[in-house]
């Protein structure tokens, strides 16, 4: 379902990294892993077409990606509940009866965003993964701030239920998310000093 060939990308108008080429099938993750500041985000943010790449290509279903960073992309002034509702409005969705629960937020459906902990509110900005209903997903260390029994959650919601629809993700992770998957280590992939192109887009 996502097919990348020879994809070269830039942060900050100069290449990073250089012809990375890889697939990933329905109901298939795979885990990015490097160094800091390797190229990991800006693979992500190309993949999902936030950013242009230098050359290549990626192809995925049109209107299936979502990427989610390690902002939590949560309205602080709308309760967890009101929150969840606005991304199934915006997306067309039927909010799902069941999603407060899998990511453990029933008993903080009355609160608001803003007075979330850190791990309540990453939990409540992966459980709009499954809200919008995108099946390619590209996640920057989405287990950011959670504590071992909340990666498991995000796991088990990955797992059962993302992929065994039909979805599929790209993960740039240092974390074990507790199940086998195949791994990229994007290392190789750096670019060289000469490597040719460049865009004039700002690394956000």
């Not at 069941?98 to 459980?127: H, M, V």
């Not at 990955?158 to 290392?187: C, K, M």
């Not at 670019?191 to 040719?196: E, F, P, V």
Request: hydrophobic share 45%; glycine share 12%.
């Amino acid at each position: 379902m996502l097919r990348v060939q020879n994809l070269t990308c830039a942060r900050g108008g100069l290449p990073v990294l250089a012809d990375v080429s890889f697939e990933v099938a329905a109901g298939e993750v795979l885990i990015l892993r490097g160094p800091n500041g390797i190229g990991k985000t800006t693979l992500l943010r190309t993949l999902a077409g936030l950013q242009p790449a230098i050359s290549g290509e990626v192809s995925y279903p049109d209107d299936e990606g979502a990427y989610a960073s390690h902002a939590d992309g949560i309205k602080t002034a709308l309760t967890v509940t009101e929150n969840l509702t606005f991304w199934a409005d915006v997306h067309g969705a039927a909010l799902p009866a069941d999603i407060l629960e899998t990511f453990d937020l029933a008993d903080l459906r009355d609160r608001l965003g803003g007075t979330l902990s850190a791990g309540q509110k990453r939990r409540l900005g992966l459980a709009r993964l499954g809200v919008i209903g995108r099946k390619v997903l590209f996640l920057d260390e989405p287990t950011v701030s959670l504590d071992r029994f909340s990666v498991k959650l995000f796991a088990d919601w990955l797992q059962n239920r993302h992929l065994a629809a039909g979805g599929l993700a790209v993960i740039a992770t240092h974390i074990d998310l507790g199940f086998p998957a195949p791994e990229l280590d994007l290392t190789p992939f750096k670019a060289s000093l000469d490597t040719g192109g460049g865009t004039d887009e700002a690394f956000l």
